[in-house]
């Protein structure tokens, strides 16, 4: 039989569990009520049974991700391009540019960050 938080009688969760795992998830409040009161000798409300019953039916959700530090930008830049170690993606890059914007306005830009 299952045991209430101090062991003082069982626990009504616990009881709405096992006459659910006995009378299967489709049962109806009032039937889970007269097996509730047959394991536990408990007399429970089909209002507080039907908020346990879907309670139990909701998927557990896992933990997720630990809260913590962000993941980091694939995109961002590395310290090897920050270096200068990877000149051909900053080529790559700036002939995008080019020609998104111009070789003028790549020119303008280049000149107002100096």
Do not use: F
Not at 57 to 66: L, T
């Amino acid at each position: 039989m299952a045991r209430g938080k101090r062991g003082e009688g069982p626990n009504k969760m616990q009881l709405v569990r096992d006459a659910i795992a006995a009378l299967g998830p489709k049962a109806k409040p009032k039937e889970i009520q007269a097996k509730v009161q047959e394991l536990g000798g408990i007399v429970m409300g089909t209002g507080m049974i039907s908020s346990y019953k879907s309670i139990l039916s909701k998927p557990k959700k896992g933990k997720g991700r630990k809260p913590g530090r962000p993941a980091k930008d694939p995109t961002a830049p590395t310290a090897v391009a920050k270096t200068g170690a990877n000149i051909a993606d900053d080529i790559v890059l700036i002939r995008k540019l080019i020609g998104r914007l111009g070789a003028k306005q790549v020119s303008d830009l280049v000149d107002v960050l100096k």
